[in-house]
């Protein structure tokens, strides 16, 4: 099982839909969870964390399911600035020198259509 | 203001030869870190830097060094280039301690010919 996995996509849907990404992790050790957005040919940047109880940044809500190793990110009323690609991100296992080491999924790639 | 900066932005080089990627950021962070993604758009780390001392090593070619000056810079020497190595790399930098978010650069575009 790789480490963190991702639905690839594309996804493509009008503006205004509401669209949701899922992303599982295979370290139950895991203590933090990010939702990275990636823009073609961008670096990556922090679209926000998820934390245990689940939050919401305006449009967009994360949740975080431990039990079953599961991370969820629902965007609402889509915009055409949402088309990018998203990014789930875990930290390695705790102890040694990889603490601090943050794991990427492969990202889906979400595209919002006129 | 840039917060964390790369030079180059683009590379293109023959195979063979050795090449550095600068990094430099303003953040304030003690943690630095730089990312290999490939043409599968895989983001890896390769390694990450902590008041100086590499923490991280992801089982990296020894041809690619990482080099800290200062706690604000972390360059990557690369000796003796290969095609495989054509890649995206990035700079990032954070605090140290429990996982952070995590600041990237820009990142530098690699091609070896």
């Known amino acids: 099982r790789k480490e963190v996995e991702q639905d690839p996509g594309p996804f493509n849907v009008p503006e205004g839909a509401t669209v949701a990404f899922n992303c599982t992790y295979s370290?139950?050790?895991?203590?933090?969870f990010f939702w990275y957005r990636q823009d073609c040919r961008k670096e990556p940047k922090l679209l926000m964390s998820?934390?245990?109880s689940g939050n919401e940044d305006g449009r967009f809500t994360a949740q975080l399911n431990r039990a079953s190793q599961y991370i969820s990110l629902l965007i609402r009323d889509s915009k055409l600035s949402d088309s990018a690609t998203y990014l789930c991100?875990?930290?390695?296992?705790?102890?040694?020198?990889?603490?601090?080491?943050?794991?990427f999924g492969k990202g889906t790639k979400l595209s919002v259509k006129p | 203001d840039t917060a964390v900066s790369q030079t180059p932005k683009y590379l293109v080089t023959q195979m063979g030869n050795d090449k550095s990627i600068k990094c430099e950021q303003n953040?304030?962070?003690?943690?630095m870190y730089w990312y290999k993604q490939d043409s599968k758009k895989f983001l890896k780390i390769m390694f990450s830097?902590?008041?100086?001392?590499?923490?991280i090593n992801e089982t990296v070619p020894n041809r690619f060094s990482p080099k800290s000056p200062d706690k604000a810079h972390l360059n990557l020497h690369i000796n003796s280039l290969e095609l495989g190595d054509s890649a995206v790399y990035f700079c990032?930098?954070?605090?140290?301690?429990?996982?952070?978010?995590?600041?990237f650069g820009p990142g530098t575009r690699l091609t070896v010919t």
């Open positions: 998820v934390y245990s």
């Open positions: 953040l304030g962070h003690d943690t």
């Open positions: 370290n139950s050790a895991s203590q933090s």
């Open positions: 830097y902590n008041n100086k001392e590499l923490i």
């Open positions: 991100v875990v930290n390695g296992p705790p102890g040694g020198g990889s603490q601090g080491n943050l794991i």
């Open positions: 990032a930098s954070s605090h140290s301690g429990a996982p952070r978010e995590q600041y």
